[in-house]
């Protein structure tokens, strides 16, 4: 093996833009190249887009070598206004190569090389001028096999090479040889702003070399205080091109919460030894009255009387089970909820009054505290007749003369009612929560609709005072109907409003009368078809029974709305296919269009007020009509489905029954 074989291969670039000569070492994973300050290679010219590249690394598989794969366009997607130029031809992707000449911009040069370390050593060093003269038959070149990578689509690759900068977590790379740093993502530049300036020194990096230099391990974990906060740092050490990754995450909310935590645990082992002082007392107090009970038989019986009459003028459920689970005690409310008296309990267990499962938590609830020997709470299931109730259990043991546990104790209060108003307040929360996003959901239709009609009265209000005298007849009347067409607009606004208000306050109509169904969708054909010059409605109809009983109000405004919707997402043009089957007992409507369709995503929530999908772009709407469709449908007991492919189009079923 040749020495330059053993070498690594370094990969630079010379760039020539206005500013002049100079060199990049390739070290990071990506980089994005434009003429805005923030990319990571700055490109200085007027020619070049803000966002005009991205070069991205990739490992080429059963290797340790590398190469980079140069993207035009910005992380969003986006293609440069210029392109790039690879030796002489237009390219979106290509994989650079030793001496590949490439223009940003039709103005900036930049020349790519890539050879052993120890051949490239001086290009780093070397003033503009020396590199001017360089020719690539100046350097060792590496002579491999061409990788073809596999050709992804563009948005892989622009979401591939995006990764680390889209992430919110800040990342920064560290060359280890020369201990400067060659990455960081967007990020790190907004949490750390002083983080380029002052490099290693900085506080976030402290000691961070000397670690990994210590370190046997290629990866490890640390955790950093700057500036009252705290930072998890997963440090990677990449032994093949000497760089260090660190991935930094903000922990600091769960240092505090960690801190809460202690404390609370204090606090709560404070109560729990304060519980358990107040019961060894009463233990103690109880062993002491059971030796005086037996010196003095009449006492006992005295004692056993006042003892029940506490227990049975209680509303809670109170017993006695021995270790075996063999109920010794209960006081009057047990026997009143189950209908079962004391003779007839004492010596049972719980598997013989409950349900298996029910009786086997019991169980292992009181063996818990006879292992703990301190009292305990749980929540229980008790099922009563009039279905299950939940209690509040607390249970404790009972001591003998010789301070062994001989019983358990149990006290259960009945918590049903504070359990539902929990579950009620919950369930308004969650109301309030989807009120308060209805609204916001609102307020911004509202905004955005209701500003462009506004915008066009406006203008052309102005228009007409400033230049009246000045405009023809046809020039004035053409801006009245511009006014007439922005106020009809949002009276049909205010209307859609009105109408999804009124079927969520359940005062939506719902009145059938007899229609001729054929008619009134060639009716509706018409009206709609001059509403558009670019696409045909398509009218199919297989209507057995063309006369039927429904609300002519409402199924107009669904299929307004749905044939609206698939001229209005076409915006292509094409056919919109409307097709009618209708029989004695249902009647079937099939809109389908060649439109832009709905991501996956979104088709759940189509039917929601104010829900739009998440491709719309520019083109206008409230997200109501759908809704009021749904509203619609539902008060003729009819479903509505969707079919829906991106780019391919949608397809709405809307089946009614005719039994109303």
Not at 465 to 475: D, G, L
Not at 630 to 640: A, C, Q, R, T
Request: aromatic share 8%; with cysteine; proline share 3%.
């Amino acid at each position: 093996m040749s020495k330059s074989d053993r070498q690594p291969v370094q990969h630079i670039l010379l760039v020539e833009d206005e500013r002049g000569k100079r060199t990049i070492n390739l070290e990071a994973a990506t980089y994005s190249i434009g003429r805005d300050s923030r990319n990571s290679i700055v490109l200085y010219s007027k020619l070049v887009s803000r966002q005009h590249a991205i070069l991205l690394r990739i490992a080429i598989p059963e290797t340790t070598s590398y190469l980079f794969r140069l993207i035009d366009g910005n992380l969003q997607g986006y293609r440069s206004t210029n392109g790039l130029i690879v030796n002489g031809k237009q390219s979106f992707s290509h994989d650079l190569h030793h001496g590949d000449v490439i223009l940003f911009g039709r103005e900036v040069k930049v020349i790519y090389y890539a050879s052993h370390l120890e051949s490239l050593d001086f290009l780093v060093s070397s003033e503009s001028c020396q590199i001017a003269r360089l020719n690539s038959s100046d350097v060792s070149t590496v002579i491999t096999s061409r990788y073809e990578a596999e050709s992804p689509t563009d948005s892989v690759l622009v979401r591939l090479a995006s990764f680390p900068e889209l992430l919110a977590n800040p990342i920064i790379e560290i060359s280890s040889k020369g201990n400067v740093i060659t990455y960081l993502n967007p990020a790190a530049i907004i949490k750390f702003p002083d983080l380029q300036e002052a490099q290693l020194h900085h506080l976030i990096l402290d000691g961070l070399l000397s670690q990994v230099e210590k370190s046997q391990e290629k990866f490890f974990v640390r955790e950093v205080e700057y500036n009252n906060q705290f930072f998890e740092q997963s440090i990677q050490y990449i032994a093949e091109s000497d760089l260090v990754r660190i991935y930094v995450i903000d922990i600091t909310a769960r240092k505090q919460v960690e801190a809460a935590l202690r404390q609370a645990h204090d606090e709560l082992e404070a109560r729990v030894a304060q519980r358990t002082a107040e019961l060894s007392k009463v233990n103690e107090q109880l062993r002491k009255e059971i030796i005086e009970r037996r010196r003095i038989e009449e006492a006992l019986r005295d004692s056993e009387k006042r003892l029940q009459a506490i227990l049975d003028n209680s509303t809670a459920l109170i017993y006695v089970k021995n270790v075996d689970g063999q109920y010794i005690l209960v006081n009057q409310w047990y026997e009143t909820i189950f209908h079962i008296s004391v003779e007839e309990i004492k010596g049972k267990t719980d598997y013989e009054l409950f349900p298996e499962k029910i009786a086997a938590i019991y169980r292992a609830n009181d063996q818990y505290v006879l292992a703990a020997r301190t009292a305990c709470e749980w929540e229980e299931i008790v099922p009563q007749n009039d279905g299950n109730h939940t209690y509040l259990s607390i249970k404790f043991p009972l001591y003998d003369a010789a301070g062994i546990p001989y019983a358990v104790c149990g006290i259960s209060t009945d918590i049903t009612k504070r359990k539902q108003a929990e579950e009620n307040m919950r369930n308004a929360l969650e109301k309030e929560k989807e009120l308060g996003e209805l609204k916001s959901r609102f307020i911004t239709m509202a905004s955005h609709e209701f500003r462009t009609p506004l915008t066009t009265i406006l203008s052309s209000t102005d228009l007409l005072e400033r230049y009246n005298h000045k405009f023809t007849e046809e020039k004035r009347i053409n801006h009245f109907q511009q006014i007439k067409g922005a106020v009809k607009h949002m009276t049909s606004l205010l209307n859609d409003v009105l109408l999804i208000g009124k079927a969520e306050a359940d005062k939506l109509e719902f009145q059938p009368t007899m229609i001729n169904l054929e008619d009134f969708c060639l009716s509706l054909v018409e009206e709609l078809q001059i509403t558009t010059n670019n696409h045909i409605i398509a009218f199919c109809s297989q209507a057995q029974s063309p006369n039927v009983c429904l609300d002519k109000k409402l199924l107009r405004h669904i299929l307004t709305n749905l044939i609206s919707n698939a001229i209005k997402y076409s915006p292509q043009g094409g056919t919109v296919h409307f097709e009618l089957v209708c029989d004695r007992t249902t009647v079937v409507f099939y809109i389908q269009d060649q439109g832009i369709g709905i991501p996956e995503v979104d088709q759940t929530q189509l039917f929601h007020s104010f829900f739009r999908a998440s491709n719309v772009g520019t083109i206008s709407g409230t997200g109501l009509g759908l809704a009021i469709v749904k509203k619609s449908v539902d008060l003729h007991s009819g479903k509505i489905a969707v079919e829906s492919k991106l780019g391919v189009g949608t397809k709405f079923t809307l089946t009614l029954p005719l039994n109303n």
